[in-house]
């Protein structure tokens, strides 16, 4: 399985949604960094399902316990392991119907794959679940940033659930505030009062059975020009690589994205001037990055989720052992939104991939 990452910071996940645990062990770190556990384990609850009502019944505690790589409280230069108990599983809920392929899940793709050897219960090593790991490692990215690039800003924001959509930015140096925080931290929107109607989506997704995806947008600010490569190791090449590990993302996007296909290049092209003796863009239609590597402007990008795939509504499968047609009604604890808990797990990745570049 492809579960390793990285040149410089190199993150390795592992476990599976009901198995005994899951973690991250990162290799690369610089040795005598300042590591506060306290703020790694906040990223974590961040993702938590915990006093969340519009995600799913499944409440783990998600304590980390870290096991290697911190010797009072800075790091060693060893690889840093970390440790997350599954507290709450549920698996009775997935053997009676481990045959029957649940549609939009990697159930038929993995048994393939793996010859039916691959741990199924609750989508196995392919789980959301494993996000929290993934949240993990980036919490301690974001520590080393902390302290070898205090000016670096990391954020994200909900940009859409639903039908329900958040206002585009149009002048960048928006990016720099919005990276101090939200009003709400646990809904981030750039306009607060959006937040009841995109609720409403999660929650007429779930009085149908049903579920709901949206637009998650990260942003780094204060980031200098010249950091990146062209081609392969471009910053977007190697950002959205990571984002696409995460679970039911589907598309992501710079700047402005597919919208450039309908402007011109007079629109696109960033105009630049200089502001105080400091070289900037006008606009900032390509995301802050050119030819893969940083421009000086905010670096912006659009994380598309789709829908849960797992919902209460009788859907078509088939059964693999049978090789036959079936009726699938899933059952079990399932968010009926992810949007909601990925904001903090798009952040993650961005810390990750940033550190990989800066170290």
């Known amino acids: 399985m492809g579960s390793t990452w990285g040149n410089k910071f190199k993150v390795s996940i592992f476990g599976e949604s009901h198995g005994n645990g899951i973690g991250a062990v990162i290799d690369g770190l610089p ?62 809920d997935y053997a009676k119907t481990k045959d029957l392929m649940r549609p939009g899940h990697a159930d038929y793709a993995a048994s393939v794959r793996y010859g039916g050897f691959q741990d199924y219960r609750g989508g196995g090593h392919f789980s959301g679940r494993l996000t929290a790991p993934l949240v993990f490692a980036g919490a301690i990215a974001k520590e080393i940033i902390r302290v070898i690039r205090p000016e670096l800003g990391i954020g994200s924001r ?12 149009c002048d960048w140096k928006v990016y720099e505030n919005l990276s101090k925080g939200f009003a709400n ?37 204060g980031l200098e020009p010249g950091i990146g490569n062209p081609f392969f190791e471009s910053i977007e090449s190697r950002l959205a690589g990571l984002l696409f590990s995460i679970p039911a993302v589907k598309g992501v996007t710079f700047g402005a994205g597919f919208e450039v296909v309908s402007l011109r290049g007079s629109q696109t092209n960033d105009a630049l001037r200089i502001n105080d003796g400091r070289i900037e863009a006008v606009t900032n239609y390509n995301g802050g990055i050119n030819g893969g590597i940083s ?56 810390a990750i991939c940033l550190a990989d570049f800066l170290i």
Not at 193 to 213: F, H, N, R, Y
């Open 158 to 169: 909900i940009v859409s659930i639903g039908n329900v959509k958040d206002t585009e930015i």
């Open 295 to 350: 421009n000086g402007m905010p670096i912006v990008f659009q994380v598309a989720f789709k829908p849960t795939p797992s919902i209460g509504k009788e859907q078509q499968t088939i059964n693999l052992a049978e090789r036959k047609e079936a009726v699938l009604t899933i059952q079990g604890r399932h968010d009926p939104c992810i949007v909601v808990r990925a904001f903090p797990v798009v952040e993650a990745a961005t």
């Open 31 to 92: 040795a005598g960094i300042d590591i506060d556990l306290e703020r790694v384990q906040n990223e974590l609850n961040r993702r938590a399902a915990r006093g969340n009502p519009l995600a799913t019944p499944r409440k783990e505690g998600d304590q980390i316990e870290v096991l290697s790589g911190v010797f009072n409280g800075k790091t060693t230069g060893a690889p840093l392991a970390g440790l997350i108990r599954n507290e709450n599983t549920r698996s009775g």
């Open 185 to 221: 931290p646990a809904f981030p929107l750039y306009h607060a009062k959006l937040e009841d109607a995109m609720k409403q989506e999660i929650i007429a997704a779930m009085a149908d059975e049903d579920s709901v995806g949206g637009l998650v947008e990260g942003f780094i600010t």
